[in-house]
């Protein structure tokens, strides 16, 4: 799916000329299958700028000038369309061997390295990428079983490292297992990260006509709109808000269609970076536990498009009601 790509600063350093960096820049971003990441995120800038000193010296010259102005440039952009890795760099320690320690113990994509013999299956060495292929680089996209972990796990790569998501599903309901069970993978993927503190989780329902009616006959008496939607969304805190690790927060929206007659119906994993969109739905099929389902990850202004429409402020449906719970050590909700 998406996935994040930790950078050797000594290689962004050689980006100050955008004939370099092209190649690969031009692969990364939203609409992409990968996003920067700059790890360490607290040292990251500083690396990059001492490394492009190295490379390009005599900072008053106007090559120097011209190569700094580039990288600044080219640093918000990163910044812009990428993640940021919290970490630590030893005294003295290679970058790449901290990447690699890292990527042990929270898997990047892959580490951009600007050249390497080395074997290990986590490095792209960018001066042999026109010559021969990496599976890091370009990882399978199969279709996927629509069963929670297989679905949790093909997700897992923009999950780990988007600090907003937003699942969308019309059909979602937190007390039907098929919903879930997948659910409950997602937000365990989501969470295992360095600091899960830093997540905020979002789901974007709906509320429809045949719901109401059959919650009236269920009930045996008349069930209005707003009371399915604040059914959905306690449901929401109630189940899932045990899942939370401390700091995590998770909000839950409840929509009815607009009154232009615009209605919830596609099915997305949405965060800050990139969008994918799950064809069939973000449940797992319980009749047939061999279908598959084709991820499909959003344009840049897909994303855009979709990212504005499923949010607190968003206008595209009618909201009825909402709900927020936060992950606490005691268990406690907000």
Known sequence: MIYEYAIDPALVATWHDRSVAYPVLCQMGRGLRRVPCAFPAAAWKTLVTRALQETVPGTDTAEGQ????????????????????????????????????????????????RSSTAAHPALIATDRMAEQTSRAWDPPAAPVAR????????????LRCATQLRFVDPYF???????????????LAAQQRRSAGELQVQIHLAIRPEEIHEASRLSGRRMTERDVAAKKVEACEKRLGPLLKPGVTLRAFAWGESASG?????????????????QTGLDQSIRAPTQTD????????????????????????????????????????S
């Open 66 to 113: 011209r190569a700094r102005k580039n990288i600044e440039i080219l640093l918000r952009h990163l910044h812009e369309i990428g993640t940021r890795r919290n970490g630590r760099l030893g005294e003295g320690e290679p970058w790449l061997e901290a990447a690699l320690r890292e990527h042990d113990v929270f898997p990047f994509g892959g580490i951009l390295v």
């Open 147 to 158: 069963q929670p972990k297989e679905l949790a796990r093909a997700l897992a790569p923009l």
């Open 173 to 187: 309901d937190a007390e039907d297992p098929s919903f879930f069970e997948p659910m409950k993978e997602y937000l």
């Open 262 to 278: 615009v209605k919830m119906h596609n099915r997305y994993v949405l965060a800050e970076i990139g969008g994918v969109a799950v």
């Open 294 to 333: 084709d991820l499909t990850i959003l344009s840049s202004e897909q994303h855009a498009a979709r990212w504005s429409e499923h949010s607190a402020e968003g206008t595209a449906y009618r909201p009825i009601a909402d709900r927020k719970v936060t992950g606490a050590a005691t268990g406690s909700r």
